[in-house]
């Protein structure tokens, strides 16, 4: 599992990204950059995480072919919500994540991001757990995604509570 260095071009090829889902999708889709690579200075995998906001699941389908059509396509082991993802010469670059209105505000990812950028401690410490994880995936001790698991169970748990919401689990993987 590669982790690098931020990269100070993220921010820009998250726009690109953005800038691809909005022109195949609802002129009023709200897109945020999501994941290791929006939060400032962190390491992370060099692919690019959105969160889009469609009104419904169904309006999601509606312009599934349109996403399509311009690289994007299905395929993931999320279960809780529409994934898309760009790839190019077998390379995964981003991933988008479909959000409905409803799920919005309490989705994990976003709670999550904005957590790790105003919190730096919780910040440093899912970077080293980051790195362990990718250790551990690297001689097939676990997963990556389930080696970073408890801790961002912990920290969504505390973000939600700020927020006066539910703690709900979030390793949604198949």
């Known amino acids: 599992m590669l982790l690098v260095p931020y990269d100070p071009s993220w921010p820009q090829r998250f726009e690109e990204f953005a800038a691809s889902i909005r022109a195949a999708g609802v002129d009023g889709w709200i897109v945020e950059h999501i994941g290791s690579t929006a939060i400032p200075g962190m390491n992370a995998k060099p692919i690019v995480d959105l969160a889009v906001r469609v009104q419904t699941g169904g309006e999601f389908d509606a312009y599934r072919s349109a996403l399509e059509s311009v690289g ?26 479909f959000f409905t209105a409803a799920e919005w505000d309490a989705a994990p990812q976003r709670l999550l991001r904005d957590w790790l950028c105003a919190h730096p401690d919780d ?44 703690p709900v689990d979030v390793y949604d993987k198949r």
């Open 123 to 166: 910040a440093e410490r899912y970077e080293r757990v980051k790195h362990d994880a990718a250790r551990a995936a690297e001689e097939r001790n676990s997963s990556y995604n389930a080696a970073k698991t408890a801790v961002i169970q912990e920290i969504v748990d505390r973000a939600r509570a700020a927020r006066g919401l539910e």
């Open 72 to 97: 994007w396509h299905t395929g993931s082991g999320i279960r809780t919500h529409p994934v898309m993802i760009m790839e190019a010469a077998g390379e995964r670059l981003a991933i988008a994540h």
